[in-house]
């Protein structure tokens, strides 16, 4: 292995390049790179694994007729396609290679794309969740080649005259978007409706130029910031002594370790249908949430400072715990040895194991900051590991995941602007909630947290073909009664959570 970590690289090819298609026609493509191949493999042969969903509720200041806020928010799909044409892209497949590869259209050609890729609906109540499980269902490309498309929702109990709130889903591929980038390319495309709304803005282009906006591969920018690796034509010679392959080193150790200490859930066999995806999620409270943060950044047993993210891991591993509790005999799993006592029985999945497991995730997390080269060298180690991935995969050899994966998306404010003024200031455009989701095909679901106006959201994304939502609203509910232990003083906390015959956690 020490072979592959320390080959030289080369980060130029994924640069963008020009070619030109059979018909004489300009193109342009790009090599994926780093989890854009994962996200590839996962979807070509893992049944749609990974697909991404963007939903945004938009409550509008004034009321607009129906046919006025559709043709308004088609016209920016189109605005949004010159300005941020990898909305555009496709995936190719080359002699098992992913690129990426974007054909500029002629005007008649950008008009049936708007056609096929922004799709309106009406719903007797507006509810993007229920239109997520519907058309998470969608195999990615479509007939037509495309990967990407906007749903708009109207309620369609409301007079066409009196719109005031209406939806839009985003679905992709997940290669070109991740959760943070998405919400950026959302938040330029509301900027856009709300500046249309009270004046006429065409879309007066010459398709052919948009691709001067086609986004850099991100390791082509991360390319002025960290460590870089060492080109062919180098005589330099790689070795661990130097931060990049450092870094490799250190990752792909993590990597390997963690998945052959995976410790999750109990086990469920693999599903042989198409996954039927689904989200669930639980909010707390305006009160809870500020809690939460104001017990952060209190002094806490430790003396320690902890983020949200190293709460809300903790909070999941404990959960896992108590659906599959560990035995002595286990292997040495992630807080296991911080969860058994020296009998090997299960301590108490209390306050006290949240401050001592949270001390071994901070230290988990300072590791990875610690590296040199955390992102750069993605590329390279994406290509390495992508390898092993899809000849397991096309055999049908990746095992089933039960454990889970966890997104700390943060504050959605951070990337996702709350309201949206005309060309006059005046504010027309306000988001009153958001959610990210993805296809999760695995028996483990994907947990993810984020906050909006202060409200902290937990949320999950599991394939009900293998998990009922029942269970998954169980996992939420007792994710959300670990995270809140750290409201609680340590006198008067109770076992009201925990079974009095074995002093674990109850499940119902």
């Known amino acids: 292995?020490?072979?592959?970590?320390?080959?030289?690289?080369?980060?130029?090819?994924?640069?963008?390049?020009?070619?030109?298609?059979?018909?004489?026609?300009?193109?342009?493509?790009?090599?994926?790179?780093?989890?854009?191949?994962?996200?590839?493999?996962?979807?070509?042969?893992?049944?749609g694994d990974q697909t991404l969903f963007f939903a945004v509720y938009v409550d509008l200041a004034s009321a607009y007729e129906r046919a006025k806020i559709i043709d308004t928010c088609r016209d920016a799909w189109k605005w949004l396609r010159y300005y941020l044409p990898i909305i555009a892209c496709t995936i190719s497949v080359d002699d098992d290679t992913g690129r990426l590869e974007y054909h500029s259209p002629t005007p008649s050609g950008v008009d049936e794309w708007v056609a096929r890729t922004f799709i309106v609906h009406d719903q007797q109540v507006l509810d993007l969740n229920e239109l997520r499980t519907q058309v998470g269902q969608t195999r990615?490309?479509?007939?037509?080649?495309?990967?990407?498309?906007?749903?708009?929702?109207?309620?369609?109990?409301?007079?066409?005259?009196?719109?005031?709130?209406?939806?839009?889903?985003?679905?992709?591929?997940?290669?070109?978007?991740?959760?943070?980038?998405?919400?950026?390319?959302?938040?330029?495309?509301?900027?856009?409706?709300?500046?249309?709304l009270g004046s006429s803005m065409p879309c007066d282009f010459v398709w052919g130029s948009e691709v001067h906006n086609l986004i850099p591969c991100v390791y082509n920018i991360l390319s002025a910031l960290e460590p870089c690796p060492i080109p062919p034509h180098s005589g330099e010679q790689p070795s661990f002594g130097k931060p990049y392959y450092q870094s490799m080193q250190a990752i792909y150790s993590d990597v390997l370790k963690a998945s052959q200490n995976a410790y999750g859930f109990r086990p469920r066999p693999r599903d042989t249908r198409w996954p039927f995806c689904q989200r669930e999620e639980i909010v707390l409270s305006k009160r809870e949430s500020d809690m939460i943060l104001k017990r952060l950044k209190d002094a806490l047993p430790s003396q320690r400072s902890y983020t949200?993210?190293?709460?809300?891991?903790?909070?999941?591993?404990?959960?896992?715990?108590?659906?599959?509790?560990?035995?002595k005999n286990d292997l040495e799993s992630f807080l296991n040895n911080y969860s058994l006592d020296i009998l090997g029985e299960l301590l108490p999945l209390n306050r006290d194991l949240l401050f001592k497991a949270m001390d071994a995730i901070r230290d988990f997390y300072d590791n990875q900051r610690a590296v040199p080269a955390p992102l750069s060298c993605m590329a390279q180690l994406g290509q390495i590991m992508s390898v092993t991935m899809k000849d397991a995969a096309v055999a049908n050899l990746l095992p089933p995941n039960q454990c889970y994966m966890l997104s700390s998306d943060g504050v959605g404010?951070?990337?996702?602007?709350?309201?949206?003024?005309?060309?006059?200031?005046?504010?027309?455009?306000?988001?009153?909630?958001?959610?990210?989701?993805?296809n999760r095909n695995d028996p483990g679901p994907f947990f993810r947290v984020s906050s909006w106006k202060g409200l902290i959201e937990l949320s999950a994304d599991f394939n009900s073909n293998i998990v009922p939502k029942q269970e998954v609203r169980h996992h939420l509910t007792k994710w959300r009664e670990f995270i809140l232990l750290i409201t609680r003083d340590?006198?008067?906390?109770?076992?009201?959570?925990?079974?009095?015959?074995?002093?674990?956690?109850?499940?119902?």
């Open 1 to 47: 292995m020490d072979d592959l970590l320390l080959a030289k690289f080369d980060l130029e090819q994924f640069q963008w390049k020009s070619f030109h298609t059979d018909d004489g026609a300009e193109a342009h493509i790009r090599l994926l790179a780093g989890g854009e191949c994962t996200h590839d493999i996962m979807n070509r042969h893992v049944q």
């Open 413 to 438: 404010e951070r990337y996702l602007q709350p309201t949206y003024a005309d060309q006059s200031g005046k504010t027309v455009l306000t988001v009153p909630k958001f959610f990210s989701s993805l």
């Open 490 to 508: 340590a006198e008067g906390l109770g076992n009201s959570a925990f079974s009095s015959s074995t002093g674990r956690l109850g499940i119902p």
């Open 140 to 196: 990615i490309p479509s007939a037509a080649g495309d990967q990407t498309w906007l749903h708009f929702v109207a309620n369609a109990s409301v007079a066409d005259d009196a719109i005031t709130r209406v939806g839009f889903l985003f679905q992709s591929h997940h290669a070109p978007f991740d959760g943070p980038g998405i919400k950026l390319v959302f938040s330029r495309y509301l900027t856009r409706v709300a500046s249309s």
């Open 308 to 327: 949200v993210t190293h709460l809300i891991h903790t909070a999941l591993a404990m959960v896992v715990m108590s659906d599959n509790p560990p035995e």
